[in-house]
C-alpha cells in the first residue's frame, strides 16, 4: 500500500499527474505490493475465524453496496472499471447498518429497509468523489486506496459519483413510496433539504470558500452543519420518519444527529491535525496546507478534545431522553460508544502533542 502512493506522491511532484491516467500508470497505482498483500491476507484469515456480530452483520451491506449497481455490458471500459474501483471499497458502512436498524426499530417493511440503507450510503460515497477531488479536496487517499480521480481520471470519478446518485434517487424513492401519501411527502421534502441547496450542497461550497469567511468556531461549525450533520439527520431521521415517529421523537433525534455530526467532524478535524494519512485511512495535513474549516486549527488541540466531549455530552442527555419514550433504539448507545473510543484515541494523541511541545 504505502509503495502504491509513493507512485502517486511521484506523480504529483513531476507534474505528471492529470485528468486521464493511462492504462500503465493506473495499474501501478492499483498493484499491491506482493509483502503487503500476502500480509494483509493472513491477517484476514485470522480474523474471519473469530468474526465479531458486528462483522458479520456488515457482510449483507457489503454484498449490496458491491451489487446495488448493476453495470450494464456496454459501459465504457474506463467508465466501469472506475465504478468497480469504487464499489470493492465499501469502507466500514457503519451508516447502512443504522439505517437498517431505525427502519427496523420504526417498524419499516425488510425491502424498503434495505433500500434506503443502500441508497444513503450511495450518497454518502458519492459525497465523498466530489470532496476528493482536485478542484475540491484534492486528495490521494481514500478508504485505504488511491482515489478514483487519481487512478481513473476527473473526468471518471465525476460520473461515477453522479452513476451512485442516481441509483441512490432510485432507491429511495423505491423505499419512500412504501409509506403512507403523508409521510411520503414530508421525507421528499427532508431529502431535499439535507441533500440540496440548504444542506450538503451550500457547506460545500462554504468550504471551499472558507478563505475568504471569518475563521472562527461558529464559521466552521456552520459548515460542518452543512456538510456532516446533513448526511448524519439523514441515517437517524429519515427513517424515523417514514416509520411514522411522534414529532417529539422526531425533535430528540434530530437533535442527536446534530450534536453527534459535530462530533464526528471535530473528531475529523482533530485525526487531519494528529493522524498520519495511514492511522486514518485518507489523505491527512490536507485542512492547513488548502486553507479548510478545521476545528482544531482555529480553537486549538485541546479546546477542540474538549467541544468534542461536550457535544457528546450533550448528546448523552438527548439520548437518555429518547430511550425513555423509545427503549427500541437502545443499539444508538453502542455508536455513541464508538465516539467514546474515537473520543480517548485523540485525547491520546493530543496529549503526546502537548507533551512534544513541553519538551
Known sequence: MESRFLIVVALVFTGKLKSRIDTKERSQLLAAPDKTSKNSNVTRSRVSTTESMDSVATKPFEEAFSSGLVLPGTLDPNFEDALRHVLSNPGSLVRPRLVSQMATAYGLEAGNAHDLAVALEYFHTASLLFDDLPCMDNALERRGAPCTHLVFGDDSAILT????????????????????????????????????????????????HYPDLPHSRETTERIARGKTVSLIRLTLVLPAMLGGAHARELQLIERISLFWGLAYQIMDDLKDVLQSSGQSGKTSARDVLLSRPNIAVVIGVRAAVQRLTRFIDLGDRVL???????????FLDRLRGELQLELATVTRSSNALAERDRL
Open 161 to 208: 459519483a453522479l452513476a451512485l446518485i442516481n441509483r441512490a434517487y432510485a432507491l429511495t424513492w423505491r423505499a419512500v413510496s412504501g409509506a403512507p401519501q403523508a409521510k411520503q411527502r414530508q421525507a421528499l421534502e427532508f431529502i431535499e433539504q439535507c441533500l440540496g441547496v440548504e444542506g450538503i450542497l451550500n457547506g460545500q461550497s462554504l468550504d471551499l
Open 320 to 330: 437518555r431522553s429518547l430511550l425513555t419514550t423509545k427503549p427500541g433504539l437502545d
